[in-house]
């Protein structure tokens, strides 16, 4: 209802001797089923995109912060050669991308140094993991955004059909009554005009948000793939040790 507010609620005129008030609920009893079905799809979209939005928040939130505690513990770990502990780091920050990715990587180049099968073949076997990972970790993050730019590159045009309802309505008003008094035309002016806000009141925030979720699952895929480089580096370096 708060995208109603943007319309003229305190806007009253006179007609026949009637006063008729232009606020949300004259407006919804003056709208026919078309508008309504459109007002009330909108406002789904809207709903699940925000449902969206609070989800890839916290999400994100919780990556970030996991990820800050993450890394320079996993880092000491490594320095020590110490692969077991750097795992359960990482099984303690679940949420974290970054421990996502380390983890796949080092238990792949644990399990690979464990096995006689394939001698020297950890590396490879290791990058292919981080890999993997980060394709998993990368299509988790990205859950639900698409929905976003697809609500916001369609809400306007849902609210452009009750727009195009509303006014179709207006002229049936007005050949109805035979007049272009403002009783005639009413309700056609109600359903184009509450189409046409709710419209762009769904529409816009979903694209703002797509746009900056997409920026942000941008860096956390600049931050996996550093790590993965890092993590081969150490990778390359103690397997060269232990040849020695």
């Keep these: 209802m708060l995208t109603l507010k943007l319309l003229p609620i305190a806007l009253w005129l006179l007609q026949e001797g009637e006063v008729i008030a232009f606020d949300p609920i004259s407006m919804w009893r003056l709208m026919g089923w078309p508008a309504r079905l459109v007002v009330i799809l909108l406002f789904v979209m809207s709903a699940w995109s925000i449902g969206v939005m609070i989800d890839r928040f916290i999400a994100f939130s919780a990556a970030r912060k996991q990820s800050r505690q993450f890394a320079p513990l996993v880092a000491g770990a490594l320095k020590e050669g110490k ?3 750097a795992i359960s780091i990482a099984d303690h920050n679940k949420h974290s991308h970054l421990a996502k990715v380390v983890t796949a990587g080092l238990q792949e180049f644990q399990a690979h140094q464990a096995s006689s099968d394939l001698p020297g073949g950890e590396i490879d076997a ?9 394709a998993i970790v990368h299509a988790e993050l990205k859950r639900g955004i698409g929905g976003l730019a697809t609500i916001g590159a369609t809400a306007p045009f849902v609210g452009l059909f009750g727009t195009v309802v509303g006014i179709i309505n207006a002229f049936q008003g007005i050949a109805a009554a035979k007049s272009t008094g403002l009783a005639a035309v009413a309700g056609g002016i109600a359903e184009a005009l509450v189409a046409t806000a709710i419209g762009l009141f769904v529409a816009v925030p979903a694209v703002w948000m797509f746009n900056y979720f997409t920026g942000k699952v941008e860096s956390f895929d600049v931050e996996m ?3 993965s480089s890092e993590l081969i580096d150490y990778f390359i370096k103690r397997a060269a040790r232990n040849r020695k």
């Design 83 to 85: 692969i077991d502990e």
């Design 225 to 227: 793939d550093n790590s």
């Design 126 to 134: 290791s990058r292919r993991a981080l890999e993997r990972a980060a």
